[in-house]
């Protein structure tokens, strides 16, 4: 059978990030993508202009249906915006005991620096969300705000995973995209078992939003088609790299990568 991912997330109108990313990624690798939609925000390349939020009940409604029927081999949440919002998350995973892995992908800033998460949420995200977590995928800044202090360089960055794992979650994938300059991306996977770095060509182009949500999704995919935390991760990371390498170019700001790479290049 398919593999069967349930994505809990805001949608992006643009198109690159948020559900709308998550439900290429998902299909791209193979999988089948349901969705909780959390949120609908107005945005494009150049910014996000507009979030109207989804009733947490509602929420909760759209989970519990996909849940009953169709069923998940996997879940994965992005923007939960508010901490009504991830406590109403928290309740379901919580009440069905689902057998399923969890990639958390803590979304607090969007590409363009608008906020996505309202910060008094973040302790509720730190407290009730990232201990269900079989993954937590964080940004540099993210993790500096889930840790309450900054994480200077790729150095400090085995540390900061660590202290993360310390938060409950069965494993951390910290990102290093956002360190400024270097020809080489760094990311940090931490586990019981140890700390692993994983290195590849930084590819420079503004073309990267939605880069966060793409990488989780794609993580959450493997784990739900059977493959092991650090296989899923090494798929993740070359799906991301190529979609990135290929991105096409659209918008005037922060534009799309290249989702459908799999399925066939952009003309």
């Known amino acids: 059978m398919i593999a069967r991912v349930l994505i809990v997330a805001g949608s992006d109108s643009g198109g690159g990030a948020g559900i709308q990313a998550d439900i290429k990624t998902v299909t791209a690798l193979g999988g089948f993508a349901a969705t909780a939609v959390t949120a609908l925000t107005a945005q494009n390349t150049r910014g996000v202009f507009g979030v109207v939020g989804v009733a947490p009940e509602f929420i909760q409604q759209q989970m519990r249906v996909v849940l009953d029927d169709i069923g998940a081999d996997a879940i994965k949440t992005g923007m939960l915006h508010s ?49 269900l977590a079989a993954v937590l995928t964080p940004n540099l800044p993210e993790a500096a705000r889930l840790l309450g202090r900054e994480i200077g360089g790729v150095a400090e960055m085995p540390d900061a995973a660590r202290a993360l794992l310390d938060l409950g979650p069965g494993a951390v994938l910290l990102k290093g995209g956002h360190l400024d300059g270097g020809a080489t ?23 990267n939003h939605g880069t966060g949500c793409t990488l989780a999704s794609a993580v959450a995919t493997g784990l739900a088609q059977g493959l092991d935390l650090r296989a899923a991760v090494v798929r993740a990371r070359a799906y991301l790299l190529e979609a990135l390498r290929s991105a096409p170019g659209l918008g005037h700001g922060h534009g799309p990568v290249n989702h459908g790479h799999t399925v066939r290049p952009f003309p």
Do not use: W, Y
Not at 192 to 204: C, Q
């Open 83 to 131: 901490a009504a919002v991830i406590d109403a998350v928290c309740e379901v995973l919580e009440a069905r005991e689902t057998k399923a892995p969890l990639v958390v992908d803590p979304v607090m800033v969007a590409q363009s620096g608008d906020s996505l998460l309202e910060s008094d949420a973040v302790a509720t995200l730190a407290r009730r969300l990232v201990p």
């Open 185 to 207: 991306v760094t990311d940090v996977l931490a586990t019981a078992a140890g700390v692993e770095r994983f290195e590849s060509e930084r590819i420079e182009t503004r073309h």
